[in-house]
């Protein structure tokens, strides 16, 4: 049967591979494959992978929080006519695959290659270094509801601007900004739009969208706002009042900005080491100079503060808590739990501690005990009771392990359970020994968190403090979550690049690397924790 055209639909998520869409690569490949032995042959053949289109049917999402998302990421819904007007062309020209979508690719690739590259993203948009990747772009501007672009906040003086006006009056100016801003970076109307007491992430804030309100909310006030500061300040009414407390004070910081990017002596080495090869000794002698910052100990701690990052289910107990223990690299943090949080969130309750010395003014640990001791404090603090399961990632699980040990001998409220993500430990690093140039590396591109001399100095500190620490078997059931994939080549024959850990446990492996595990796949590494979670012993909702 001779055609005047053959026109297969699929994907364009099949072609850039986005997460969670591998249905779609499979099925696009096939489709092309069909076109090109049909073309081959003779016969008219036009494989077509579209994008997001406008004006109703199934991929259109109107104007709400899913396409105010997408456009946020560079993803804009096509105008059905244009759509078809290249289909005509495509057609016409006797294209035999081709992708038609309208894409904002710079403005893409800052979030789509925030966790791994994309050869395909670098081609289209240019070599998207750590910036891009990062979201950190200055000249780029942020869209509105239909994806045009909107101007940045310029600088003012905030300070001058509040001066003389009464408490009430302050109040209503900085909560209007902070609603302002965020309706921008949202892509809303207007401030009216924004709830004040509804968490960032409830309101569709995502790491790059807390990134660009944390610029425009740094332009607009003149003051640094750490990328933390949105998650321990959770809306838009606890932010107001923070800003307003930064903001009352008599003068400004005169210390450099840590959220700027400015390199500090310190940073400008530590980068250095890392293009030698010579990470080691950076660490090394980061942990010499760690050692001249103020300290605590067990008599003079201070409970940590832990961050809410998801709420469980409404109406009933919701089982054990989550709480997660943020790791020790100089970028880790809360933040590295907000997708897994985001995964659990409606299922599980979940709270990450941060390590203290990581923050400017913040004095380090004296020792591994005083750390565990403030976490311990913390947790009688803020746990309510509620039996709770204690979450790690790489050197963060090895704190976890040593939490846990540190409350089963103190004869306290213990964990219910201890989750270990891809742990090493500094005993054994296994693959980690081997890959530490890659993965730190790796963690300082993508990080929102800017790097400082503060915080290289707090990794310096802790790598001394777990660098003889040894694992001792708990009471507490284990489940070892494992990366399905190395950070990079693995060629020993003798030995298994992945994590490995002694004693009684359950074991998982979870897609990705070590690093994805935690972010793109973290809907895989929630499943496998709420499941497990779930089979303790009172861990039913």
Known sequence: LELDAFVLYASGAGVWGSAGQSAYGAANAALDALAERRRARGPAATSVAWGLWGGGGMG?????????H???????????????????????????????????????????????????????????????????????????????????????????????????????????????????????????????????????????????????????????????????????EALTAHLLDLLGREEPDPRPATGSGADGTLVALYRAALDAGRVGDAVDALSGVAALRPVFTTETRRPTRPVRLADGPEGSGGGPLLVALAGTAAVSGPAEFTALAAALAGRRTVL??????????????????????????????????????????????????????????????????????????????????????????????????????????????????????????????VLHLRAGLPMAPWTDPDRDWRSVWDGAHTTADIPGNHFTMMTEHAPDTARAIDAWTGALPGGDR
């Open 60 to 68: 259109d999402l109107g104007d709400g929080a899913g396409a105010a």
């Open 70 to 236: 997408l456009r946020r990421h560079g993803v804009r819904p096509m105008d059905p006519d244009d759509a078809l007007t290249e289909l005509l062309r495509a057609v016409g020209a006797g294209e035999t695959a081709v992708t038609v979508t309208d894409t904002d690719w710079p403005r893409f690739a800052a979030g789509f290659t925030g966790y791994r590259s994309s050869p395909l993203i670098a081609e289209l948009t240019g070599a998207a270094g750590p910036d891009a990747a990062n979201g950190e772009d200055p000249d780029r501007e942020d869209p509105d509801r239909d994806g045009h672009e909107t101007p940045r906040t310029a600088p003012r003086d905030l300070r001058r601007e509040l001066a003389g006006r009464d408490p009430a009056a302050r109040t209503t100016a900085v909560r209007t900004l902070v609603c302002a801003e965020a309706a921008a970076v949202l892509g809303l109307d207007g401030a009216d739009e924004v709830s004040t007491d509804t968490t960032f992430t409830h309101s569709g804030f995502d790491s790059l969208a807390v990134t660009r309100l944390r610029r425009r909310l740094s332009a607009a006030t003149g003051t640094d706002l750490p990328p933390e500061t949105f998650l321990e300040h959770d809306t838009p």
């Open 352 to 477: 990450a501690l941060p390590q203290p010395g990581f923050r400017t003014g913040e004095p380090l640990p004296r020792s591994l005990a005083a750390l565990c001791a403030a976490h311990a404090d913390a947790l009688s603090e803020h746990t309510g009771g509620r039996p709770y399961v204690l979450v790690g990632h790489s050197a963060g699980a090895n704190l976890a392990h040593a939490l846990t040990d540190h409350l089963e001998r103190a004869g306290g409220t213990a964990p219910a359970g201890l989750v270990l993500a891809d742990v090493y430990t500094p005993a054994d690093p296994g693959a980690m020994g081997v890959w530490r140039d890659v993965m730190l590396r790796w963690a300082g591109e993508r990080a929102v968190v800017p790097l400082d001399d503060t915080r290289l100095t707090a990794m310096g500190a802790y790598h001394r403090l777990l660098q003889y620490w040894r694992p001792s078997p708990t009471r507490a059931p």
